[in-house]
T-cell receptor, first 114, second 111 residues
Framework: SQQGEEDPQALSIQEGENATMNCSYK?????LQWYRQNSGRGLVHLIL?????REKHSGRLRVTLDTSKKSSSLLITASRAADTASYFC??????????????FGRGTSLIVHP | KAGVTQTPRYLIKTRGQQVTLSCSPI?????VSWYQQTPGQGLQFLFE???????NKGNFPGRFSGRQFSNSRSEMNVSTLELGDSALYLC??????????FGQGTRLTVV
């Protein structure tokens, strides 16, 4: 079962606009990660935020984490057509066998129109 | 540094057959995880191998199995294929088990 759930499921914007995606999760986490997936291809790691961090930036990406609400958001500023992809949040789930297995949500499909 | 390599990229099999998928992790990475991605179920964790040992297993039937070799390369096998096994199978490797690097995936179609 999914630990993280992204919202909205789909987002369509114009180039230059900002895109905000949200992720909610159910249990306590150590880390939360965001990934991007271009159509039918592998996932690309975007950013990791630890449970003791509230905000993190990487280029045009801004991630926030609110552990009290068990939610995270990914903001892409000044979006480009090349940002068109699906975006997934992954929480570290429960420890098992000495490791944490990232558990993925169903993703937000972002379309950026040129 | 070479990324995660999955072979083959595309595969078409018939119901009842078996299939083996291969994954070569990034050099130095000892953890390899496998995921199944379908439109209906999203990304589902299959299993994780670390130093040739299965460290974690997802909720999949015994028809799904895997192994890891001493060079960290991993294979997964699906026996007695069903139509519902059609999916994108993704392999990910990691150094310390947190940030995962994914391959391009193997698209399996069962007819």
């Amino acid at each position: 079962s999914q630990q993280g759930e992204e919202d909205p499921q789909a987002l369509s914007i114009q180039e230059g606009e900002n895109a905000t995606m949200n992720c909610s999760y159910k249990t306590s986490i150590n880390n939360l990660q965001w990934y991007r997936q271009n159509s039918g291809r592998g996932l690309v790691h975007l950013i990791l935020i630890r449970s003791n961090e509230r905000e993190k930036h990487s280029g045009r990406l801004r991630v926030t984490l609110d552990t009290s609400k068990k939610s995270s958001s990914l903001l892409i500023t000044a979006s480009r057509a090349a940002d068109t992809a699906s975006y997934f949040c992954a929480t570290d789930g429960l420890p098992s066998g000495g490791s944490y297995i990232p558990t993925f949500g169903r993703g937000t499909s972002l379309i950026v129109h040129p | 540094k070479a990324g995660v390599t999955q072979t083959p990229r595309y595969l078409i099999k018939t119901r009842g057959q078996q299939v083996t998928l291969s994954c070569s992790p990034i050099s130095g990475h000892r953890s390899v995880s496998w995921y199944q991605q379908t439109p209906g179920q999203g990304l589902q964790f299959l299993f994780e191998y670390f130093s040739e040992t299965q460290r974690n297993k997802g909720n999949f039937p015994g028809r799904f199995s895997g192994r890891q070799f001493s060079n960290s390369r991993s294979e997964m096998n699906v026996s007695t294929l069903e139509l519902g096994d059609s999916a994108l199978y993704l392999c990910a490797s990691s150094l310390v088990g947190v940030e995962a690097f994914f391959g391009q995936g193997t698209r399996l179609t069962v007819v």
